[in-house]
Structure formats: structure tokens, C-alpha cells
């Protein structure tokens, strides 16, 4: 799953200002200083995710939009802290204008976004926090209780008894590590529920699905599963090793393609939807506002800014409390909007 405007391995240096059509841009009027060009580095935790895709186009939209700012992105092909800490540290050096980044590892990239922030470069956080960090906000869903969802969502449909396993990415990463503390904070509610593994794909779509075949052939009777990512779903085989139905699924990412069909045929019964176009696109605003000396009033006192969840399924009205879900042909609507926002907002300039 390649969007257009992945590039992979690829050092991308996009250039978004005012103006950029074909006709030249008239000069300032007498006494009128130039607009001044902000440069922004947008670091996801790697390339070879399509999550990070829409974050990138969200991104360029709202670089767009302003009309002054130019985005740099890049990271490690995969998950490597010590390279996306290498990446962040020649930002740095160049001494750009901001830099927003989905940390692979809280504590490895604390130290260098600390750094930054003292030489006077704003930071925000996105996806994946280093709260302990000296970064000015963080925009992402509440991961805790995104995974305390999840638990109770993957509870309700397998009625509350039964083996479940936990999927995750990256070990260290600070979103996914409060999202399975979150499933095992929930399912402790449920006595009859046994958690007996939690197993680590890398963000790798491949390992997931080796994961996943190798613990249902070790427990062909599993309840469920409580994926805190979608990295399996992002294949056509991801899932091939859970027969529907029996073992339900609650995952996350229901993004275009693979992810919606695994909900239309019954795998997934339950996916939790990210803000992904507005990782990039609030980045940019947060960025921005720092860079201009002003605050971000949508943070809290920790700067957390909390973008919200869907809760999506293939059919709400099948669910006792439908208001709190949203049905997938409904999610599609509103994700193909969003998308086409921000390639519009783009192509005009």
C-alpha cells in the first residue's frame, strides 16, 4: 500500500509557498517587508508505514494553506531509534524553524529534543509522545484509554470470558505501550478472561501476520484478539490465519483498501480510528504558533492536545449503543473527504 506521495528511503524536501502558480508573484509594495518562509521537519517513526501517508498529506496541506512554510520529511525506512534520533539531530543542525516527530522511543529521543528545544527550535510530538521531554505539545489520541476501549470492546463481543492476545509494535514506543496497558487494565474487569500472550510485530506488517498464524496454531481456541495497531491489516493475507468470527478481532487504523475489506468480511468487528490526516496538518498549525511566539491554546497543562477517536464497525445499528460507534460506509465518507481536503488544498497552489 503505496500512496503517491511516498517516497521510500527517500530524503523528501518539499517546497510549499504562496504563490507557486504560474504566474510570478508581484513584489512587496514600498516599505512592505517579504513574508517571511518557515521551514518545518515532520519526522514519523518510519517510511514503510502507509499510516504515516496521510499524516504527509495532512501535512502539505496545511504547509499549503498558510502558504509560507516549507516541509521537510523524512525517517528510517523501518523502526530504528538511533537513526531517527540521527535524522531529528541534522534538523537541528540546520537550525530549522520547528520540528514535530512520532517517537520510535521516548527516553532514546528525549535527549535530542531537549537539545533542540534549548537552542531555541520549538518541538511537538504527534502519534508517539516523549512526555518527559521538554517538547511544547503533543497532539494525539488519549492512548490509554484508546486501549481501555479496545479491552472493553473485545470483552462485550466475546461475552466476557475466554483467551485473548495482545498485538503490538514497537516495544518502547510511548503510544502503544499505554494502549496494552490500557487492554490489560480493562480486562482485569472480566475474571473469566485470560490474557496468555503479548506478542511484538516491530510495526511490521509481515512479522504480524507470522505472529498471528504461530499463536493460533498454539491456541486454536483464542476468544480474541486486541490489536493496538493495524499492521496485519494492511496486507491481503494479515488475518488469513483467524477464522471470522470465532476469534474476534478489535484492532486499529481502519484505513482505505486492505483494512476496510478485513472489516467488510467479518474479521474485524471493531477498528479504532486515528486522526491521521491531522498528525501532519495541526503539527504544522502547533509548529507555527511556536514559531511565532505564540502558545497552543488547545493544550492542556502537560500540552497534550487530544484529537479524539472513532469507535468504527461495519454496522452500528447491530450494537446496543450505536450512537457511540460509526458505521464503515459512513467513515469512508468522511475519510475520503478529509483526504480529498488536503490533496485539494495542495493542487491548487
Not at 512526555?131 to 497532539?139: D, I, L, M, V
Not at 478481532?249 to 480510528?273: R, S, T
Not at 492542556?300 to 457511540?324: C, M
Request: aromatic fraction near 10%; proline fraction near 5%.
Amino acid at each position: 500500500m503505496r500512496s503517491r506521495w511516498f517516497w521510500a528511503g527517500c530524503l523528501l524536501f518539499v517546497v510549499v509557498l504562496a504563490g507557486c502558480s504560474r504566474r510570478e508573484a508581484s513584489p512587496p509594495a514600498t516599505g512592505e517587508q517579504p513574508q517571511r518562509t518557515y521551514r518545518f521537519a515532520i519526522i514519523p517513526k518510519q517510511l514503510d508505514n502507509p499510516v504515516f501517508n496521510y499524516a504527509k498529506m495532512g501535512a502539505l496541506g496545511a504547509a499549503a494553506k498558510l502558504g509560507n512554510v516549507e516541509i521537510y520529511w523524512n525517517a528510517p525506512e523501518t523502526n530504528d531509534e538511533a537513526k531517527q534520533a540521527q535524522i531529528f539531530e541534522t534538523y537541528v543542525r540546520q537550525k530549522v524553524d520547528g520540528i514535530a516527530v512520532s517517537c520510535v522511543n521516548a527516553e532514546v529521543m528525549r535527549r535530542v529534543i531537549d537539545k533542540a528545544v534549548e537552542e531555541g527550535i520549538p518541538v511537538v510530538t504527534w502519534d508517539s509522545d516523549s512526555p518527559n521531554s521538554k517538547r511544547q505539545a503533543f497532539f494525539g489520541m488519549d492512548d490509554y484509554e484508546a486501549g481501555k476501549v479496545i479491552g472493553e470492546e473485545l470483552a462485550k463481543l466475546i461475552g466476557g470470558k475466554g483467551k485473548v492476545a495482545i498485538l503490538s509494535g514497537v516495544q518502547g514506543a510511548q503510544n502503544l505501550t499505554l494502549r496494552v496497558q490500557g487492554v490489560q487494565d480493562a480486562l482485569k474487569a472480566y475474571p473469566d478472561i485470560r490474557i496468555v500472550t503479548t506478542v511484538y510485530c516491530n510495526d511490521d506488517a509481515t512479522r504480524a501476520e507470522s505472529l498471528i498464524n504461530s499463536v493460533m496454531q498454539q491456541h486454536p481456541d483464542l476468544a480474541g484478539w486486541a490489536m493496538v495497531g493495524g499492521w496485519p491489516l494492511f496486507t491481503k493475507t494479515g488475518l488469513n490465519g483467524i477464522k471470522p468470527g470465532e476469534t474476534k478481532v478489535v484492532a486499529v487504523d481502519p484505513l482505505e483498501g486492505n483494512p476496510w475489506m478485513w472489516i467488510e468480511k467479518g474479521y474485524v468487528q471493531v477498528c479504532i480510528g486515528q486522526k491521521v490526516f491531522d498528525w501532519g496538518a495541526k503539527s504544522v498549525e502547533m509548529l507555527y504558533n511556536l514559531a511565532q511566539g505564540k502558545g497552543i491554546p488547545q493544550a492542556d497543562e502537560k500540552g497534550f492536545v487530544n484529537s479524539g477517536l472513532d469507535i468504527v464497525v461495519l454496522d452500528r445499528t447491530k450494537f446496543q449503543d450505536p450512537s457511540r460507534y460509526i458505521s464503515l460506509e459512513d467513515y469512508k465518507k468522511m475519510f475520503e473527504q478529509r483526504k480529498q481536503e488536503a490533496q485539494g488544498i495542495e493542487a491548487k497552489q
